[in-house]
């Protein structure tokens, strides 16, 4: 029998936390990043998304509308509605970290109705997917709230509509939902919009990703980094 030593000894020898394998890994994005457009604050973002995909091909298809970072950071401070396209990001949001910014936010600020009977019996109704139906629900806290999409291209188109024709005007949309129908099109429409946003332009994105954004908008919203 050959004898092998796991990898894990060399973790016992030289321990690091969780807290300090991100900061390792955040210098490592930092020294293997090529040149880029952001703003220090816009990489910030761009940086916890890398570190959340592995991926430095994402870069290149991060957006941000004018002003987009101040408009989350101001939108977090006064503890802004939230809502998400699926109980996959309200899963993945930290509390703590939301609670850090204002401590107001409970789960009563976060909304994703994707999952309610009323919602899901429209959508056998009408052949419609959920997700219309789920963000057609909140309509009447999406005014000045943060909309957060990493999976549904439709809800997406949705609130673009109620944005167009209902004048439903979001603090922040983070536009990242992934796939291959409606998917481009709906980030395209969102950002011809006068409405602050962070997209990622094609057929990419996922709840991971969204949920980044809002966690890396927490900690630059936050009273340490004010104060720094």
Known sequence: MISIKPLIHSLYQSPMSGDEIEAKSFEIIDSEAQPNRFSPAQWAVARR?????ADFNLVEQIRFSEHAIQ???????AGAPIYVDSNMI????SMARLRRVCPDYGRDRLMCHVSDPDVIDSSK???LPRSLYAVRKAANRLHRSIAVFGNAPVALLELNRMIIENNII???VIAMPVGFVHVVESKLELMS?????????GRRGGSPLAVSTIHALCELASPAVESA
Do not use: N, Q
């Open 49 to 53: 998304m890398v570190h959340t995909s």
């Open 71 to 77: 408009a989350g950071i101001d939108a977090l401070r």
């Open 90 to 93: 309200l899963s993945g949001l």
């Open 125 to 127: 109704e009408t052949g």
């Open 170 to 172: 979001p603090a922040l």
């Open 193 to 201: 919009l006068d409405v602050p946003f962070i997209a990622i332009e």
